[in-house]
């Protein structure tokens, strides 16, 4: 338990100073303990940092998304059930564990002599990304460790700049450093994790992690996403190289795909896939660019599709990995539309019951 916390608006925020279960405002909500004595509370790592990443003028990532995500959470009946916490820095090590040192020592020097944009690949940086994209990686690893600790049931990273596009030596599609590939990183090497999943529904590929783990056989990588589309990887026929062969998913569809063939998937190849990989930590790559309306993807998902792939993740979790799941935010475009699709998939993360 944290000494002090406080319910600004509805979220439990860990750690703020001066207030204390004697005092805090009616109807403040309190992380809760089950009848087993396992935290029950979902954590939402989330740092005002993220939103001073600015990735230029009109630019879909924008500010605007986490803005609204936060802002419909405070407001949510389970708002209680949710604390947030303060990401922490991800170090050198960390970092370096997906990237090259090239890579890392260009991306210090873009935004430090003042580029617009990263000089390997195509993502939108500012004088705040580094701090941003650096706490972003670490809240993951923060999130994974805080899991594993039991100290919370499960983790939503509100975080930005997203990661899952970001490969050894580029940052491309918005991304800066490879958030979700680093925590997994963090965890096998931290916690003696032996085998994590990944699964990313974003609309888009996560090519990034598909290259960090293509022959990695610790890690089963498993991805929805429209095809052809940005990145313009991920066809069913690239599963993975070496030891690592048969270690990754790819489930492409066309535009207008939706419940049938996205859920379909996750409960017809995943699952079995799952049951076979035995995963000791599950990661979701949660990109809501796949719910409709979305003005950068063509899928259909709705809010309530969402929450089905979610209680889909938190059953693997149960059945492999004591329900130890930590999801993180990658794409979703349309802020009003992203915030209702988080909150769907954080109330089924709060809901669960081990
Ligand atoms: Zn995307």
């Given amino acids: 338990m944290h000494s002090g916390r406080a319910a600004i608006a509805g979220i439990v925020v860990a750690g703020a100073a001066g207030c204390n279960s004697s005092n805090d405002a009616p109807g403040t909500a309190h992380p ?3 009848a087993t004595g396992k935290n029950t509370v979902t954590a939402v790592i989330y740092d005002p ?13 924008s500010p605007r998304r986490l803005e609204a995500i936060m802002g419909l959470l405070n407001e949510t009946d389970f708002a209680g059930r949710l ?27 873009d935004i430090t002599s003042g580029r617009k944009m990263l000089a390997m690949g195509d993502t939108g940086v500012c004088a705040d990304t580094l701090d941003a994209a650096v706490k972003a990686a670490g809240g ?3 999130a ?33 450093f490879n958030n979700v590939a680093i925590a997994a990183r963090h965890a096998r090497k931290k916690h003696d994790i032996s085998r994590v999943l990944i699964a990313d529904w974003d609309v888009h590929h996560g090519n990034g992690t598909q290259e960090t783990f293509y ?8 991805s929805t996403h429209q095809w052809p589309l940005y990145p313009g990887t991920g066809r069913a026929d690239e599963t993975g ?3 690592g062969a048969g270690a990754t998913i790819n489930c ?8 049938k063939q996205i859920v379909g998937a996750f409960r017809d190849k995943l699952i079995g896939a799952a049951d076979r990989f035995k995963p000791e930590l599950v990661l979701i790559s949660a990109g809501f660019d796949s719910r409709l309306g979305d003005p950068l993807g063509g899928f259909c998902l709705t809010d309530e599709d969402f929450a089905e792939l979610t209680g889909i993740m938190l059953d693997i979790a149960r059945k492999h990995s004591s329900g130890r799941l930590v999801s993180t935010l990658e794409g979703g475009y349309n802020p009003a539309g992203l915030a209702k699709a988080v909150r769907a998939h954080c109330q089924t993360l709060a809901s669960y019951e081990a």
């Fill in 140 to 142: 993951i690893c923060l």
């Fill in 144 to 176: 994974v460790d805080d899991v594993i600790a039991g100290k919370y049931r499960n983790a939503f990273c509100a975080v930005r700049p997203p990661g899952h596009h970001s490969g050894e030596n580029r940052g491309s599609g918005f991304c800066v």
């Fill in 215 to 222: 022959s990695d056989p610790s890690v089963l990588f498993f």
């Fill in 241 to 243: 190289a070496g030891k």
């Fill in 49 to 61: 940092i993220y939103n001073k990443h600015f990735a230029g003028t009109g630019h879909p990532e």
């Fill in 252 to 259: 492409p569809f066309g535009a207008g795909a939706g419940h």
């Fill in 32 to 34: 809760q303990t089950s």
């Fill in 83 to 109: 604390e947030i916490i303060k990401p922490r820095d991800a170090s050198d090590d960390g970092i370096l564990a997906v990237h090259s040192k090239r890579y890392l020592d260009q991306v210090r020097e």
